[in-house]
């Protein structure tokens, strides 16, 4: 079935250092691909999508890029804040009008310092 | 405003006591879904709906009950609750089950004791 995949956290960054968190997807049609991002106390926000191959997915300083060849998504961000410490989700859409609407990954938590 | 408003926030209850967590969103979505959110784990989904008065089963329906009596409510049921379903809980909702962008509410956390 489908399934996705995110490296454990938590990681801890210092401001303004770069952040990279992996996601790879089951290859199971061809689905959409979500980043959501959930602050404390808060629900899960999309944070970016890319729905085909190759299309680049950003919002506030974050990219990820759809790789069909190597079946991720890397949620990438050149300068983090104070502010982006957080939990996120990487996730695909169903490839056809299946019930799991989204699956998502195990989540990431990134906890960045002053 | 879009949103999907889950009641209540917070919820301490005993063992066997039937509970209800409501559901409501205002974006006239088909596809409604709840999800349990535990560590290590991410989201796993408990049940869905495809529209009113069409439910089914996700990854993790044992212990809940779900009805879709209207479009925009989707409330969980728990009819006998117990410690291990201690978890937080999200609802969310979305125009369709392929390729679009779901919306959550901001969860529910729930301890079963």
């Known amino acids: 079935g489908d399934s996705v995949t995110q490296m454990e956290g938590p990681v801890t960054l210092s401001e303004e250092a770069f952040l990279t968190i992996n996601c790879t997807y089951t290859?199971?049609?061809?689905?959409?691909l979500f980043w959501y991002v959930q602050y404390p106390g808060e629900g899960l926000q999309l944070l970016l999508k890319?729905?085909?191959?190759?299309d680049k997915g950003s919002n506030k300083g974050f990219e990820a890029t759809y790789r069909k060849e190597t079946t991720s998504f890397h949620l990438e961000k050149g300068s983090v804040q104070v502010s982006d410490s957080a939990v996120y989700f990487c996730?695909?859409?169903?490839?056809?009008?299946?019930?799991?609407?989204?699956?998502f990954g195990g989540g990431t938590r990134l906890m960045v310092k002053p | 405003e879009a949103q999907v408003t889950q009641n209540p926030r917070y919820l301490i209850t005993v063992t066997g006591k039937k509970l209800t967590v409501t559901c409501s969103q205002n974006m006239n979505h088909e596809y409604m879904s709840w999800y349990r959110q535990d560590p290590g784990l991410g989201l796993r989904q408990i049940y869905y709906s495809m529209n009113v008065e069409v439910t089914d089963k996700g990854d993790v329906p044992e212990g809940y009950k779900v009805s879709r009596k209207e479009k925009r409510n989707f409330p969980l049921i728990l009819e006998s609750p117990s410690p291990n379903q201690t978890s937080l809980y999200f609802c969310?909702?979305?125009?369709?089950?392929?390729?679009?962008?779901?919306?959550f509410g901001q969860g529910t956390r729930l301890t079963v004791v």
């Open positions: 969310a909702s979305s125009f369709s089950t392929k390729n679009t962008e779901a919306f």
């Open positions: 290859a199971t049609g061809y689905p959409s």
């Open positions: 996730a695909r859409a169903s490839a056809n009008n299946a019930g799991n609407m989204l699956t």
């Open positions: 890319a729905t085909k191959a190759d």
